[in-house]
């Protein structure tokens, strides 16, 4: 009787579910959060009696056979691409995202890394630098005597200084869009690194092949549907609760048999 280790894997499952679920709810208030999905898939069959075979009594096909299945395994735990609604903050260099794309991050390593996270502050030398300080990949650097920078749709930035008329172009914001975001690799801190899954990384400007436009001083909002998933959370709790059950059931089943004289 394989009942006790076919329910072990669903207890197993819904574990992973479970752990799914509170990522996400613990990210309801992180900036461009995309929730994540738990899917699964069931093992191996054992063929007893495989469909199509030959009855032994008639020669006649077998229309349907013996197909007992021996539980089931996580299978991904995949992005779910969703916009997530874009918050007001007055920030000259918060930039919301309105579609797709992805900002390019500089890492310290010299490697690139992709965020939804607009949230940008100037460092010492006056780089665009993230929350955790690495730098934006278009390298933009504001002047000391800027009074105010605007970054428009498509990404110019421009300096306004006092005493002048007019603002000056200081460089442009480019977007970055993958053929397979899913395929993304997550790397803590809003960050993303590019896979073979995920394919090579195509950059352009926003509101050009497919990217989105950004908008300054606004930030996008985790897309965590917290009621959905606590939908979810009871149901996945259901599902342990039923497998346990199976497990109890499977070992009363054991009991009577040793208990037979």
């Keep these: 009787m394989n009942a006790l280790k076919i329910a072990a894997t669903g207890m197993a499952a819904q574990q992973i579910r479970v752990d799914v679920i509170a990522?996400?709810?613990?990210?309801?208030?992180?900036?461009?959060?995309?929730?994540?999905?738990?899917?699964?898939?069931?093992?191996l069959y054992q063929q007893n009696l495989t469909p199509?075979?030959?009855?032994?009594?008639?020669?006649?096909?077998?229309?349907?056979?013996?197909?007992?299945?021996?539980g089931v395994r996580p299978s991904t735990v995949s992005l779910q691409i969703s916009q997530?609604?874009?918050?007001?903050?007055?920030?000259?260099?918060?930039?919301?995202?309105?579609?797709?794309?992805?900002?390019?991050i500089s890492l310290p390593s010299g490697d690139s890394a992709y965020t939804r996270d607009g949230k940008f502050n100037r460092s010492?030398?006056?780089?665009?630098?993230?929350?955790?300080?690495?730098?934006?990949?278009?390298?933009?650097?504001?002047?000391?005597?800027a009074r105010r920078i605007v970054i428009s749709r498509d990404g110019e930035v421009s300096a306004f200084f006092d005493n002048v008329v007019g603002g000056q172009t200081i460089g442009s914001i480019t977007?970055?869009?993958?053929?397979?975001?899913?395929?993304?690799?997550?790397?803590?801190?809003?960050?993303?690194r590019q896979t073979d899954a995920s394919g090579t990384p195509i950059a352009g400007?926003?509101?050009?092949?497919?990217?989105?436009?950004?908008?300054?001083?606004?930030?996008?909002?985790?897309?965590?549907?917290?009621?959905?998933?606590?939908?979810?959370?009871?149901?996945?709790?259901?599902?342990?609760?039923?497998?346990?059950?199976?497990i109890t059931a499977a070992?009363?089943?054991y009991s009577a048999t040793t208990r037979i004289r």
Aim: net charge negative; glycine share 14%; proline share 3%.
């Design 251 to 253: 070992d009363e089943m």
């Design 52 to 70: 199509g075979a030959l009855s032994s009594q008639t020669g006649e096909i077998v229309p349907a056979g013996i197909q007992m299945g021996m």
């Design 124 to 145: 010492a030398e006056g780089l665009m630098v993230s929350a955790d300080g690495f730098a934006l990949a278009d390298n933009i650097t504001i002047p000391n005597d």
């Design 23 to 43: 990522n996400n709810i613990a990210n309801m208030s992180t900036t461009a959060y995309a929730p994540r999905v738990a899917e699964f898939a069931d093992l």
């Design 205 to 246: 400007q926003p509101g050009s092949e497919g990217i989105g436009y950004m908008r300054q001083g606004y930030l996008e909002d985790s897309s965590v549907d917290v009621v959905a998933e606590i939908s979810e959370l009871i149901e996945a709790q259901r599902g342990y609760e039923l497998n346990a059950k199976v």
């Design 84 to 104: 997530g609604s874009l918050g007001p903050t007055g920030g000259d260099l918060d930039l919301g995202i309105e579609g797709r794309g992805y900002f390019e």
């Design 175 to 192: 977007m970055t869009v993958f053929a397979n975001e899913k395929g993304l690799e997550a790397l803590g801190g809003n960050l993303f």
